[in-house]
């Protein structure tokens, strides 16, 4: 089984910032790419920002200069720095993770429960 678990959601004014920490385990073999999503109410789960080894990281186009997404591959650990929030970035927050199981030739994706980010105006 893999499981990733998401800390660091909250509530915060706008201009404030935010910090998301994601962290893998289980039986992993290798993790190829891991990112942020996010859902707001009413609204398609969008990407955010994903990070692949030896690769730039990607960005939406809504966070980019606001938002910095880093990888710990030691610790298979994800993490979105949020900085500049507005209320527009309100939306539960997802990691997933492209994960090769130790028992697996093929990669899956996997989610997190999520976590809430509210931004108050």
């Known amino acids: 089984q893999v499981q990733l678990v998401e800390s660091g959601g909250g509530v915060v004014q706008a201009g404030g910032s935010l910090r998301l920490s994601c962290a893998a385990s289980?039986?992993?073999?290798?993790?190829?790419?891991m990112g942020w999503y996010r859902q707001a109410p009413g609204k398609q789960r969008e990407l955010v920002a994903s990070i692949t080894s030896g690769r730039s990281p990607d960005y939406a186009d809504s966070v980019k200069g606001r938002f910095t997404i880093s990888r710990d591959n030691a610790k298979k650990m994800v993490t979105l720095q949020m900085n500049s929030l507005n209320p527009e970035d309100t939306a539960v927050y997802y990691c997933?993770?492209?994960?090769?199981?130790?028992?697996?030739?093929?990669?899956?994706?996997?989610w997190g429960q999520g976590t809430q980010v509210t931004v108050s105006s």
């Open positions: 289980g039986s992993i073999f290798s993790i190829r790419a």
């Open positions: 997933n993770a492209d994960v090769r199981r130790i028992t697996t030739y093929w990669y899956t994706g996997y």
